[in-house]
């Protein structure tokens, strides 16, 4: 069964920094795509970043390009987002997706984690 | 950025009826679109992807269509369980990007 578990998600000042992670089981953790998709308290979904499965390639949201990265850990089957200088708008439900087995770095998601809850306010 | 725009922003059917959801691309996404469905407090899920081929454990009720820059997603009878956002997104051009969500209500 596939599991994916997002955590990091808090309470942050604007200007702070914040790692999240998402523990993945279930599937063979390097041959997948992995994303980052955001959502802002009440309103849709937006991408926020992908990462091939070697983690050789990287995508970003131009909202986040230059103050967001992510990066992945195959021998633990974890995926990270640092999230540095972070704004009031930052805040939302970041949930971890795997994306679907496609030979291209731009997937559609079969699996997403619960979400964690990241606010930044002073 | 592609823009992905869904209407109606509301449906709101009885349980039983058809609901019949457009989701229309600034351009061209070949047949790279996917539907997700999100109840209150879930992770969405996937329900279609490359257009019309639904997801592993998706009922038939379920179906899409489309190609290019309009695309449609039907549920043939709505059960009471189908009452939820759903949301288009795109995966022909970085960035990935979703369409904005419509709520499928009871009337």
């Known amino acids: 069964e596939v599991q994916l578990l997002e955590s990091g998600g808090i309470l942050v000042q604007p200007g702070g920094s914040l790692r999240l992670s998402c523990a993945a089981s279930?599937?063979?953790?390097?041959?997948?795509?992995m994303s980052w998709v955001r959502q802002a308290p009440g309103k849709g979904l937006e991408w926020v970043s992908a990462i091939s499965g070697s983690g050789g390639s990287t995508y970003y949201a131009d909202s986040v390009k230059g103050r967001f990265t992510i990066s992945r850990d195959n021998s633990k089957n974890t995926l990270y987002l640092q999230m540095n200088s972070l704004r009031a708008e930052d805040t939302a439900v970041y949930y971890c997706a795997k994306g679907r087995g496609v030979p291209t770095v731009m997937a559609d998601f079969d699996y997403w984690g619960q979400g964690t809850l990241v606010t930044v306010s002073s | 950025e592609i823009v992905l725009t869904q209407s109606p922003a509301t449906l709101s059917l009885s349980p039983g009826e058809r609901a019949t959801l457009s989701c229309r691309a600034s351009?061209?996404?070949?047949?790279?679109l996917a539907w997700y469905q999100q109840k209150p407090g879930q992770a969405p899920r996937l329900l279609i992807y490359d257009a019309s081929n639904r997801a592993t454990g998706i009922t038939a009720r379920f179906s899409g269509s489309g190609s290019g820059t309009d695309f449609t997603l039907t549920i043939s009878s709505l059960d009471p369980e189908d009452f939820a956002v759903y949301y288009c997104q795109q995966r022909s051009n970085w960035p990935l990007t979703f369409g904005g969500g419509t709520k499928v209500e009871i009337k």
């Open positions: 351009q061209s996404v070949s047949s790279y």
């Open positions: 279930g599937f063979t953790f390097s041959s997948y795509v």
